[in-house]
């Protein structure tokens, strides 16, 4: 089966991922009318910006987008779901619609993905269920004259995750993806909820794990070094662990180090398109982001490469190209998992 062969593809080439969702959807610029549709006309709530909508309102836009990473080589495309959980959506005031947000978004990326397996069998395309961090955060106070105050519980968050993961494995993903992990609690909840999820429906879905470093001191905004993120997760059942947005490729590289270095799993990266400049937009092309991803592969730090915000389908194309030439870094002995204790 397809999903059999995903360890052994890891093992035999850098798998590619895709780039940015977002990035792609506001090359449409679509308006507030776009976003409600006729099923949303009347809705009491701005929804123009809610991306994660567009799998129910404008399936057709994501599948292109989709499609045309996949036209670029990308071996795994993401689900339109970043934001598809009841915390998220709770913006909007539709927390209602979680289930069909992410099965929805499920069924379009696997139609694609499957389009061009069919096409090119030698080089299966898979699907990760995307799930982002939430607008909400389990360790640090958002009252900073209350630091023992806390937005939500680890049993909302899990509750909330269970929901979206469940919904995402019934839509058919390959993988779960828990990514741009800034607060490592919240991604122990989204952990517990995969495992969960995998019981009560009676599967194996392999799970990636993504963090993100938010500045030059080397840590997550929850205040973990990389070493300290990588033994926080270490009795999850991974795929694979690797790191993601808020930093360009150069940024990243340091730390892309130690995870290589200390990780028993595949690693995955996928940066930015450089930094932001001035006016949040990302300015660097593929040629010049090409230089610095090539020394990820010098030092053969990576089984997993694909873009975050500001990639599009000419630098997953320029990956693809550029990672054809490397071998996977190999993978070292698996520490024995606790996660059922």
């Not at 509750?159 to 839509?171: M, N, T, V």
């Not at 607060?183 to 963090?211: C, F, H, V, W, Y």
């Not at 790191?243 to 990243?252: D, P, R, T, Y």
């Not at 090409?290 to 990576?302: E, M």
């Amino acid at each position: 089966m397809k999903k059999d062969r995903l360890k052994e593809i890891l093992k035999e080439k850098i798998l590619i991922l895709d780039g940015a969702m977002g990035t792609m959807a506001q090359r449409y610029k679509l308006s507030e009318a776009d976003f409600r549709g006729e099923r949303f006309k009347n809705w009491p709530t701005d929804l123009q910006g809610n991306n994660d909508l567009l799998s129910i309102v404008r399936p057709d836009i994501v599948k292109e987008i989709h499609s045309s990473y996949l036209e670029a080589g990308a071996d795994m495309i993401e689900t339109n779901t970043f934001s598809s959980t009841s915390i998220a959506m709770a913006d909007y005031q539709m927390e209602e619609l979680v289930t069909e947000l992410n099965i929805n978004a499920a069924k379009i990326a696997v139609e694609a993905a499957d389009h061009y397996t069919r096409m090119n069998p030698d080089k299966p395309r898979y699907v990760a269920g995307a799930v982002g961090p939430t607008n909400k955060t389990a360790s640090i106070s958002p009252d900073v004259n209350n630091p023992a105050f806390r937005g939500i519980t680890f049993d909302e968050l899990e509750k909330a995750y269970f929901e979206q993961i469940s919904a995402l494995i019934l839509g058919g993903v390959d993988v779960i993806l828990i990514e741009t992990i800034f607060d490592t609690l919240n991604a122990k909840a989204a952990i517990r909820a995969t495992i969960n999820a995998n019981r009560e429906q009676g599967t194996q879905i392999p799970l990636m794990i993504s963090g993100t470093i938010t500045d030059a001191s080397g840590r997550t905004l929850s205040g973990q070094t990389v070493e300290a993120f990588l033994i926080s997760i270490s009795h999850a059942p991974l795929l694979s662990v690797g790191l993601n947005c808020a930093l360009g490729a150069s940024e990243m590289r340091p730390y892309l180090e130690t995870l290589s270095d200390q990780a028993p799993w595949f690693i995955s990266a996928y940066p930015n398109a450089g930094l932001p400049n001035a006016f949040g937009e990302y300015d660097q092309g593929p040629e010049e982001m090409r230089t610095q991803l090539k020394d990820f592969l010098d030092r053969n730090l990576i089984n997993i490469l694909g873009g975050c915000c500001g990639t599009t389908p000419d630098h997953i194309r320029m990956m693809a190209q550029l990672a054809e030439g490397y071998p996977p870094r190999p993978l070292k002995q698996k520490a024995v998992s606790t996660y059922e204790i």
